[in-house]
């Protein structure tokens, strides 16, 4: 990742420990061991036998220097290059005494006594830094503009990714050098922590107003990268994150050929050109009281309905609703219990719906989804969207009506054609048609078998028996058992329609389709320990009917 380095032009050097390197060495009268200051004060004059008996001197420099440095010491000039300290150096020819080193890291320069001419000997209380630039950051912070890193593990779970770090502000600052002339240089602001997570729809960093990046959770690479002048210390970054591991499906358990699915075991929910339904719901606390207008405040509600603390609902015709006014009236004397006269219990609560049907035109990866029309109504923040199953014109019908001499009600065989002989008796099917209408209706293969010559059974392949020991004898007994669902028939065969001369285990077949289509509804559970202690699916069926 490229880093951003920010220098800072320094005029000071220390000097120190001028030691003795042999005992002929001596300093001048009562000083001492000598130092040397920052502007070269202090700095005794020696003498020796010979040049090889001057002390090693070792200065102290600011660490992390940037390039190479530079400077005069006792009107000698020095020069650093990959390591080694040069005096006299010549730029043109390349050429110098090698005097010493220089230990870059932790800032040492080392001019070493034992070379002839390595520092002059005379006193001189000055020196000058012709070139030194420093590092402000130790090498354990170095700040960067742009970061780039993988996480660790891929097919991460954007919403589980945390990322925090240290971040700093480059800004100017006035100094001056030793001749008080005045410079500016840059630095550093105090270190400031954040912490930036992902947005879910458009794998932005989020959470930090100076911090910017993105995220691609599938090989989970992150690029991440500083604003308005802030640089980011790599080495403070640290992470949190989950990652999605792919399960193999078993067949048999999820009752589907996993084969059918996607890799990822996940399948569209929407698709270009499908119907959706856009709703919101809200609710509000209610007091049944019998007779009493409750509104819901809002007008063109598509539903209302009252819940109970149980999540029953309360039978819908102990209720009327105005759905243009969005009003709903309890019924006057009022039986607080669900559909089947459970009991229910409070507080309880309105549920108003309001919704728009449109068709998907373009459906993005990334969840945008847009529609061919603009919603009629405004939709408040929190609104959902649901894809809706379409099954076209739909309706009741009675089809595949025979008759069959002899039945196994024992081991019964539902065929859609007859097994054996036909009947010598039989219904008028022509002028007293078997009538059916939606609201009862099911899809269902049904006998009608005689268990005597006057008396029926109504038995269905799904249900079972509805109906048992019918008589047909009897004027306008016509035969429609009840749905208890809907609290009317399943159908309606009139007793007018049977001739005489019916044996025992004569029947007659016939199957009827619902209103209301066949689907499939699959559920999948994720892998963990329980966390609810009830769940439930709710399939609702809505339709236009002329």
Not at 19 to 47: D, I, K, Q
Not at 234 to 252: F, G, K, Q
């Amino acid at each position: 990742m490229p880093t951003t380095y920010v220098t800072k032009q320094v005029s000071k050097l220390v000097a120190e420990n001028i030691a003795l390197a042999a005992p002929n060495f001596t300093f001048g009268a009562s000083h001492g061991a000598g130092t040397l200051g920052p502007s070269g004060v202090n700095l005794v004059s020696a003498t020796s036998n010979s040049s090889l008996d001057k002390p090693d001197i070792v200065l102290h420099v600011p660490k992390n220097i940037v390039g190479e440095l530079a400077f005069f010491f006792n009107v000698v000039s020095y020069v650093t290059l990959d390591g080694i300290l040069y005096s006299n150096f010549n730029p043109i020819t390349g050429i110098g005494k090698a005097c010493g080193a220089f230990d870059r890291a932790n800032g040492i320069i080392k001019i070493a006594g034992s070379v002839a001419g390595s520092y002059g000997m005379s006193r001189d209380d000055t020196f000058k830094i012709i070139s030194m630039t420093v590092d402000e950051f130790s090498s354990s912070k170095r700040p960067a503009g742009h970061i780039s890193f993988r996480t660790s593990i891929s097919n991460v779970n954007s919403s589980s990714l945390q990322i925090r770090g240290s971040r700093y502000q480059i800004q100017q600052v006035a100094d001056v050098d030793e001749s008080a002339v005045p410079f500016n240089t840059e630095d550093f602001t105090a270190e400031t922590a954040f912490t930036v997570t992902v947005d879910v729809a458009t794998n932005m960093l989020i959470g930090d107003a100076q911090v910017d990046g993105d995220f691609d959770g599938a090989n989970g690479t992150v690029t991440i990268f500083g604003l308005n002048g802030w640089v980011i210390d790599p080495d403070s970054i640290r992470y949190d994150a989950v990652s999605e591991v792919r399960m193999p499906m078993n067949a048999e358990l999820l009752g589907l050929n996993p084969v059918r699915l996607p890799s990822t075991g996940k399948v569209p929910v929407i698709n270009n050109g499908d119907t959706l339904v856009i709703f919101n719901e809200e609710d509000q606390v209610v007091v049944p009281v019998a007779g009493a207008t409750v509104s819901c405040g809002r007008v063109d509600v598509a539903l209302m309905e009252v819940i109970d603390s149980q999540g029953l609902r309360l039978d819908y015709h102990q209720y009327t609703v105005d759905r243009d006014l969005g009003e709903l009236t309890f019924e006057s004397p009022l039986s607080l219990v669900d559909i089947s006269t459970n009991t229910l219990i409070g507080p309880y609560k309105l549920v108003n719906r309001i919704e728009n049907m449109r068709l998907a035109s373009n459906v993005d990866i990334t969840g945008n989804v847009s529609v061919t029309a603009p919603p009629d109504r405004d939709f408040p923040a929190g609104s959902k969207v649901g894809s809706a199953l379409l099954w076209g014109d739909t309706g009741a019908r009675v089809f595949n009506f025979f008759h069959q001499e002899s039945w196994n009600s024992g081991s019964p065989v539902w065929s859609d054609t007859r097994i054996g002989d036909d009947t010598t008796a039989k219904y008028d099917a022509i002028n007293n048609p078997f009538e059916i209408v939606n609201k009862g209706s099911m899809s269902e293969r049904w006998t009608i078998r005689f268990i005597s010559s006057i008396n029926i059974q109504v038995i269905g392949e799904k249900l079972g028996v509805v109906l048992d020991n019918h008589s047909i004898s009897i004027t306008d007994n016509d035969i429609s058992p009840i749905n208890p669902a809907t609290g009317t028939p399943y159908f309606i065969i009139r007793q007018a329609g049977f001739g005489a001369g019916w044996v025992t285990n004569n029947v007659i077949r016939f199957n009827t389709d619902g209103a209301s289509p066949n689907m499939w509804a699959i559920r999948t559970t994720q892998p963990g320990a329980a966390t609810e202690s009830k769940d439930s699916i709710e399939i609702e069926v809505r339709g236009d009917a002329n």
